[in-house]
C-alpha cells in the first residue's frame, strides 16, 4: 500500500488534541455474582426436581459475560449437589464459523474448560426437529440439549443490536438462536429483523411447549459491564417475566451523550464486545436500523479483538478501517453468521486505510460540517463494553462542561504516533 499517497491527500486535515472524561453513571452492582446466583436459585429452586444421575444441558453464548466462568461453576457445583451430571453446549447459533470446534474454542476461551467449572462442553451443530411455530416455520434444537434430562441455558438479558420488541437478546433468544445452531437460526432469520421479535417469541414458545424440562439463569449488566442481577426462571416464567427484566436492561443501557458529534473513534470491536462489534445502541448506527444520536458522519474503526477470531461483523457499520482490521478478517468465521442474519451489509469492509493516524484523517476528510474554528467533534471510544471513561476532542468540551455526569480529568493531549503511524502510549486506565 502506498502510504505516500494517502499521506499527501490526507495531507491538510489536522488532528486534535483530546482530554480524556469521566462518565458518571450511577448504577449498582452486585459484589459477589457467586453469590448472587446461589441467592437466585435457592430463591426460585429451579433444582430441586434434578435426581441423582439426571443429565443437566448448561447453554452458554458467544458473548463475554462479565464472570461467566465463575458464575457457571457454581451453577455445576449445585447441579452435583442434587446428584445431576452436568454438561456444557455451546448456545451461539451461526458463530464460531459455523462449526462445533469453533463455537468451542469460544467457550474455552470464556474459561469454560472443565478443569475450570467442573463440567465437559460437548459441541455439535446437528439439531433435532421440534416442531412448528404459530407463523408456519420449523423449530429445531441442539442434538444434546434434547436428549438431556434438563436444560439451563445461562445468558446475558440486554438490547439487541438489530431489532426491537419484547423480547430481545436473552434468555429466549439462546433457546431458539443459540440452541438451533446455524440450522434454527437461518431458519428464525428468514423474514428479516423486522419479524424478528415475533419469531423468537413464537419459536421459543414452541419449545417451551415440547420440554418442560428446560429452565433458565438471566443476567443484567450494568453500564460498566458488572453483574447488576441474575435470575433464576423456573420453566413457566420464562416467557411471561423476561419483557419485564428486558425493560430493566434497557434502562442500564449507557449512550454517548452527545446529540450530535463529527465523528467517532472506535479502538477495538469485536463479537466478545458486541453481536455487531460495537453496539449500534450507543454508537447510533446499524446497518438495519439506519442512524441516530449522536448522529455521527464518520466511524473509525481502528482493531479486532483476538476473541473474534477474525470475525469482523459490524465493520460494516464504520466508514473507515485499518489495515490491522483487515489483516485480521477470516472470511470462514464471518460470513455463516451473516449469511444466517441475512444482513450481508454488517460485513461490508470500509476503505482500508494503512495505520490509525490516515484512518483518523481519512475519518475527519469526510465530515461536512466542521466548524473550522472550533475544530471536530470527536468521541473516542475504546469499545462499546467500556463507556465510564472515554476521550473527546477539544471541540467537545463545552457539552462536557454542561453536563453533570461528565467530569474531565486530563489536559488536552495530542495524539502520539510510533513510526508506523499508529497510536501508542493512548491511556485508558
Known sequence: MDVDLFENLLKSISLPKFV??????????????????????????I??????GDTVCIACGSREIAHLADIVRVLIKKIKIHGGRPFIIPAMGSHGGASAEGQKEILLNFGLSEKNVGAPIK??????HVGISASGLEV?????????DWIIPVGRIKPHTAFHGSIESGVQKMIVIGMGKQYGANICHSRGFGEMSKNVREFAHTILEHYSNIMAVGI?????HETYKIIAFPHDTIEAE?????????????????????AIFVDELGKNISGTGADPNIIGRSPVMGRWEPNADAIVMFDLTDESHGNVTGIGNADITTMRVFKKFNMESTYPNNITSLVPKAANIPPVMPNDRL????????CLNVDGQKGPKVVWLHNTLMMHRFWV????????????????????QPITFDDKGDVIDWDWD
Open 123 to 128: 459441541a455439535t451443530m446437528e439439531t433435532v
Open 47 to 52: 433444582l430441586q426436581k434434578i435426581k441423582p
Open 140 to 148: 429445531r434444537l441442539d442434538k444434546y440439549a434434547s436428549g438431556a
Open 393 to 412: 476532542s477539544e471541540a467537545l468540551i463545552p457539552e462536557v462542561e454542561k453536563n453533570s455526569a461528565l467530569t474531565i480529568i486530563s489536559e488536552p
Open 242 to 262: 423476561e419483557p419485564t427484566y428486558l425493560e430493566e436492561a434497557k434502562s442500564l443501557m449507557p449512550k454517548i451523550p452527545f446529540k450530535k458529534v463529527d
Open 220 to 224: 443484567i449488566e450494568n453500564a460498566f
Open 359 to 366: 484512518a483518523m484523517k481519512f475519518g475527519l476528510k469526510i
Open 20 to 45: 480524556k472524561v469521566n462518565y458518571e453513571i450511577t448504577q449498582s452492582h452486585v459484589s459477589s455474582p457467586e453469590e448472587e446466583l446461589c441467592k437466585a436459585v435457592q430463591k426460585r429452586n
